[in-house]
């Protein structure tokens, strides 16, 4: 079936991003198995999906939505393995990938995570599959797409997000602490959190066990520039590699500290707007499309958050 049928993926970001992925065999329609003279049939497929909307994961309904008007309107089938996002999952894509075993359809991460099936030829660019279906992403702005190491365009955003601290005002209003702002730095958010503590709050809701990157990301900026921010290290030794050894040391110093919740080295990413809203903690590092699962019901009634 992979060679004749589209390949899809779906890949994730700095933006959530889509990428059409072509086996050896010709692009044919997605929604049909194809004819024997090359041209789209009228045949359902089958299709083997897998997204990080699987688990606990807060938009896991609307995936699930998505995919059974998708099925309705098209009359073909998904078959859907979806896991949670984390370092495990990543590698067993990739490891697919290696043995032949990758699914048709794939909600993943681009740039460095996907550059091992863009080198290998696994994924068409845009401007290859627009060569057959000219509308193909027609309401997507080319500066909206991000180019891979070839120049090329794989991808297609399916949605933005930014990455921002979620706060507690009651608790910060209860410690007598302003609501950071532009200006607010290093030094403040220390200075802050042993505050916090010594008024019998945990300052910090976060997992270091599962998806800890966004509180690293603002350690590693915290010790650079954005100008070097997307740098990576050859090795320990070098400046880059320091700058990534102080970050850690950062969150290593926070732990350490015990202004981190308890579970923190445990809890999965999904437990953590839980602890942030129940035990009354005020910080949490989280994407702005999380704020669905961060804000919705809870059995306990929650605080007022910013």
């Known amino acids: 079936m992979k060679k004749s049928k589209l390949f899809a993926l779906v890949l994730s970001g700095a933006l959530l991003l889509g990428l059409l992925a072509g086996c050896s065999g010709g692009t044919k329609n997605p929604g049909s198995s194809g004819g024997e003279d090359g041209k789209p049939g009228n045949a359902s497929v089958e299709l083997n999906v897998v997204t990080s909307y699987g688990g606990d994961d807060g938009h896991r309904k609307e995936y699930e939505a998505a995919v059974k008007s998708y099925e309705e309107a098209t009359g073909n089938s998904v078959q859907d393995a979806s896991a949670t996002s984390n370092e495990e999952w990543k590698a067993k894509v990739l490891t697919d990938f290696e043995t032949g075993t990758e699914p048709d359809v794939l909600f993943f991460f681009t740039n460095a995570d996907a550059e091992p099936f863009v080198s ?52 910060l209003a209860d410690c007598g602490i302003e609501v950071p702002g532009p200006d607010y730095t290093w ?18 809701a976060c997992s270091l066990f599962e998806v800890p990157h966004y509180w690293f990301e603002f350690c590693v900026m915290n010790n650079g520039t954005l100008d070097s921010q997307l740098d990576i290290p050859a090795d320990a030794s070098d400046a880059v590699g320091q700058k990534w050894c102080a970050a850690l040391n950062d969150m290593k110093d926070l732990y350490e500290k015990r202004w981190c919740s308890p579970f923190a080295p445990s809890c999965s990413r999904w437990a953590s707007p839980w602890c942030w809203r129940c035990w009354w903690i005020p910080f949490r590092w989280e994407r702005s499309c999380s704020a669905r699962c961060t804000f919705s019901p809870l059995s306990s009634p929650p605080p007022p958050w910013a």
């Not at 909206?144 to 601290?165: R, T």
């Not at 030094?187 to 910090?204: A, E, R, S």
């Open 187 to 204: 030094d403040q958010f220390l200075t802050d959190c042993q505050t916090i503590k010594d008024k019998g709050y945990t300052p910090i």
């Open 120 to 171: 290998a030829g696994k994924v068409v660019d845009i401007a290859t599959i627009r060569a057959e279906y000219p509308d193909y992403a027609g309401n997507m702005r080319d500066s909206m797409m991000v180019a891979a190491a070839d120049g090329k365009i794989y991808a297609v955003p399916s949605s933005g997000f930014w990455e921002n601290m979620f706060v507690n005002t009651t608790v």
